[in-house]
């Protein structure tokens, strides 16, 4: 005599555990970004992926049973410790910029993010990735860069220039602009470059604005313009005009 258990829910659900594990396990070992699992208590590694010793320029069995400190990860060790009592409070943090050090020495930047709400055999790990943002800082130095010189020659030049809205409205002028023309930056700003043109000149001007915009060309030389400073003198400028585009084309200034 015998007896049957359908034993079929579960073994479906060991199955969806299996697929589940080599999933997690696939994205885990092929994700661009460095991944690693700590206990919360110690800082110890559990495991890491092959991105972080890619990045780190260490093995697998040099990291694990060690913790970022023994490694000396962190260039400074603050955060590390602030990453820590954040964790303990909120749980997770999100894309916070750090600097790590490489086994060689070498140091980057890295956008680092983290959740300690993962619990493995009773205790809490934290599971955190990070990834490589140097090259990007750097770009984004060059940028801030190259705008603070272009700011410089832009308010030192000899001749005076303007910026623009796509309806007219002035969004700044240099010196050179408020020297000759009288005025102070925080006077003009806002209002109508055509409130600046000589009455019988200005709807000449609107329409030829107009014509500029739709033409879609970048640099314009223009026409002569009569303009009037603030003491009611009259000023003949040549203008010549550069159109800045967004991405989807849309004119900006």
């Known amino acids: 005599e015998g007896s049957l258990v359908d034993i079929t829910q579960q073994t479906q659900l060991e199955n969806t555990l299996r697929e589940s594990e080599k999933r997690f396990l696939l994205a885990f070992n092929t994700s661009p970004y460095a991944i690693s699992i700590n206990r919360l208590s110690d800082g110890i590694f559990v495991d890491v992926n092959d991105a972080f010793t890619r990045y780190f320029g260490l093995t697998r069995d040099e990291v694990i049973g060690l913790s970022s400190n023994d490694l ?54 934290i599971f955190t990735s990070m990834i490589d943002v140097t090259k ?12 603070s010189n272009f700011r410089w020659l832009y308010e030192n030049a000899p001749v005076p220039y303007h910026i623009l809205s796509p309806k007219g409205r002035i969004k700044d002028v240099n010196q050179r602009w408020c020297e000759v023309l009288g005025y102070t930056k925080e006077e003009v700003i806002g209002r109508f470059i055509f409130d600046f043109i000589l009455d019988e000149e200005r709807e000449v001007t609107k329409k030829s604005f107009s014509e500029k915009k739709a033409s879609k060309q970048k640099y314009i030389e223009g026409s002569e313009r009569r303009y009037v400073t603030r003491d009611g003198s009259i000023r003949l400028f040549k203008t010549f005009d550069y159109v800045v585009y967004d991405s989807s084309g849309q004119i900006t200034s």
């Open 136 to 147: 990007w800082k750097e770009a984004e130095q060059i940028i801030k860069e190259s705008e």
């Open 72 to 125: 000396n990860l962190w260039v400074e060790p603050a955060d590390r410790e602030q990453v820590y009592k954040d964790l303990y409070i909120s749980r997770k943090i999100f894309s916070r910029d750090f600097l790590f050090r490489r086994k060689n020495g070498e140091t980057f930047h890295g956008l680092f993010s983290a959740d300690s709400t993962i619990i493995f055999n009773g205790e809490r790990h």
